[in-house]
T-cell receptor, first 119, second 111 residues
């Protein structure tokens, strides 16, 4: 199984709502990532979890709250979002640790994303 | 991590080789060149990476110049399904986590 799944595929929410995005992988990866991608722009890293602990937060506003309940699951809790937060939210996972120079061991596998619209 | 420069867009004929250039003139000795692509409405997909030697896998070939300041991704027989945004990323071995995507090249394969 080399797949990262994300639910839901689409989400529309108001600025006062609380919602969650879910990501799951069963590849034994111990690093998981959240990226945000605005229309016609490249993905931007938001958070990195390694061994279920938050290791990188790219100065993301607190209205985005990540959670990694176990090694296969990654959630992104959303609260009091703004319309400018509308974007494609991508989850990715990878192995950890350095590998040989030509090994693709550390490649990141991406899910299809959740397209979020904030009204 | 070093920045990269790629053409904004390029067209390619189906069945022909597509050669995608990338400049990374400030690359340092411990930095690798990675290529990912993103097909419309999908997440990015890893293609290939290399340090200084040319690399080939089932998807593509990566040619890195001797001074490592530029590289070319080669899709040997482009198909319509190769239409995507292709990202060239320079990444150090000590920075296992971050993928810093640039603007990429939008490649359109035409029949």
């Amino acid at each position: 199984d080399t797949e990262v799944t994300q639910t839901p595929k689409h989400l529309v929410m108001g600025m006062t709502n609380k919602k969650s995005l879910k990501c799951e992988q069963h590849m034994g990866h111990r690093a998981m990532y959240w990226y945000k991608q605005k229309a016609k722009k490249p993905p931007e890293l938001m958070f990195v979890y390694s061994y279920e602990k938050l290791s990188i937060n790219e100065s993301v506003p607190s209205r985005f709250s990540p959670e990694c309940p176990n090694s296969s699951l990654l959630n992104l809790h959303l609260h009091a979002l703004q319309p400018e937060d509308s974007a494609l939210y991508l989850c990715a996972s990878s192995h950890l640790g350095l590998a040989g120079a030509t090994s693709s061991y550390n490649e990141q596998f991406f899910g299809p994303g959740t397209r979020l619209t904030v009204l | 991590d070093a920045k990269t420069t790629q053409p904004t867009s390029m067209d390619c004929a189906e069945g022909r080789a597509a050669n995608l250039p990338c400049n990374h003139s400030t690359i340092s000795g411990n930095e690798y060149v990675y290529w990912y692509r993103q097909i419309h409405s999908q997440g990015p997909q890893y293609i290939i990476h290399g340090l200084k030697n040319n690399e080939t896998n089932e998807m593509a070939s990566l040619i890195i110049t001797e001074d490592r300041k530029s590289s070319t991704l080669i899709l040997p027989h482009a198909t319509l399904r190769d239409t995507a945004v292709y990202y060239c990323i320079v990444r150090s071995r000590s920075n296992d986590y971050k993928l810093s995507f640039g603007a990429g090249t939008t490649v359109t394969v035409r029949a």
